[in-house]
Nanobody
Framework: LVQLVESGGGSVQAGGSLRLSCAAS????????MGWFRQAPGEEREGVAA????????RYADSVKGRFTVSLDTVKNTLDLQMNSLKPEDTAMYYC????????????????????WGQGTQVTVSS
């Protein structure tokens, strides 16, 4: 049984930082890609960052480039998202996802491209 469990969410003022973690278990071989997604109330889920299953190539949404950093510890099987210079518009439920159907660059930040999902962790940024 594949499980993805997120942690690290919370409330922070604009300009602050948070670090999200996702503990993955139950998969026998390395993931193809893992990613972070977010969904604000009334909005569609959107891709934030994705990383190759060996901790290599990454892709970021334009809205978070230069502020967020995704990393993967392949020994601990933990996916992290360091979020700096947070803005109120970053407020959302953040989800971890794993095992992309396609490694095509154009699909890496599309939610429909991933098989497995965590339950999410809330991030709230106040102005």
């Amino acid at each position: 049984l594949v499980q993805l469990v997120e942690s690290g969410g919370g409330s922070v003022q604009a300009g602050g930082s948070l670090r999200l973690s996702c503990a993955a278990s139950g998969y026998r071989t390395g993931w193809s890609y893992m990613g972070w997604f977010r969904q604000a109330p009334g909005e569609e889920r959107e891709g934030v960052a994705a990383i190759d299953g060996a901790g290599g190539p990454t892709r970021y949404a334009d809205s978070v480039k230069g502020r967020f950093t995704v990393s993967l510890d392949t020994v601990k099987n933990t996916l992290d998202l360091q979020m700096n210079s947070l803005k109120p518009e970053d407020t959302a439920m953040y989800y971890c996802a794993a095992e992309a159907r396609s490694a095509s660059w154009s699909y890496l930040l599309q939610p429909s491209n991933y098989f497995y999902w965590g339950q999410g962790t809330q991030v709230t940024v106040s102005s």
